[in-house]
């Protein structure tokens, strides 16, 4: 079983969908939410999961960013998943986690990433960029923003779109598809590293 922390910021529908996965049950296990707001949607999500959460920060009842991998490790963590986590990890957590924390974003990496692309901005360059595809991109974290290397990708057709907004829901049911779809991937140990390209593993 595969003890996963998920980091989240907003309404938590990718937390959402870890948890509903089918393909999840027996395999991973979301044992924490953490997040660096004090209240959000994902919390409530939690509560309804009966998952322990905790927010980052100074405040009496929060956990320090000193005291995360302390905590990560009290909860025996195997694994960090970023899903909607707008802060920049730090390098400790990066460096005890090792390969074993992935993010999801919502475009087509290493296009439209890094710092400042986040939520409707990134459907919005995405929009006035003119592109045809978009997608989702989930990779493994390093110390820069949206740079370590790719695991999975699923792309949308945005060729007839005429929104931003339209972007953003076409990604979003694709993030939901593809981020239960390479955690089973991760559980079963079938992400390997061959010469310096992911593969997943049938
Ligand atoms: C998702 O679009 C994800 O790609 C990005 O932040 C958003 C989180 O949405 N990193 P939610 O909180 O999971 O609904």
Redesign the pocket.
């Known amino acids: 079983m595969l003890r996963t922390a998920v980091f989240?910021?907003?309404?938590?529908?990718?937390?959402?969908?870890i948890l509903n996965s089918e393909e999840l049950i027996n395999k991973v296990s979301v044992q924490l939410v953490i997040s660096d707001k004090e209240n959000c949607?994902?919390f409530e999500i939690a509560k309804r999961f009966n998952i322990n959460f905790f927010t980052i920060g100074e405040k009496e009842n929060n956990i320090k960013s000193s005291q995360l991998v302390d905590l990560l490790k009290e909860y025996k963590i195997d694994f960090i998943v970023?899903?909607?986590?707008l802060k920049l990890i730090p390098s400790e957590l990066i460096k005890n986690f090792n390969e074993k924390i992935i993010?999801?974003?919502?475009a087509l990496l290493p296009s439209f990433g890094g710092k400042g692309m986040?939520?409707i901005n990134v459907h919005k360059a995405v929009y006035e960029s003119s592109a045809k595809v978009s997608g989702?991109t989930i990779h493994f974290v390093n110390e820069e923003y949206d740079k370590g290397k790719i695991i999975a990708q699923k792309v949308v057709d945005i060729s007839d779109v005429k929104s931003p907004e339209e972007i953003?829901e076409k990604?979003?049911k694709v993030?939901h598809q593809l981020l239960p779809f390479v955690l089973k991937k991760i559980a079963e140990n079938k992400i390997v590293n061959i010469g310096g390209r992911i593969k997943i593993l049938p």
């Open positions: 989240v910021s907003g309404r938590g529908s990718n937390l959402d969908a949607g994902a970023l899903a909607g986590y993010n999801i974003h919502p986040y939520g989702a953003a990604v979003l993030e």
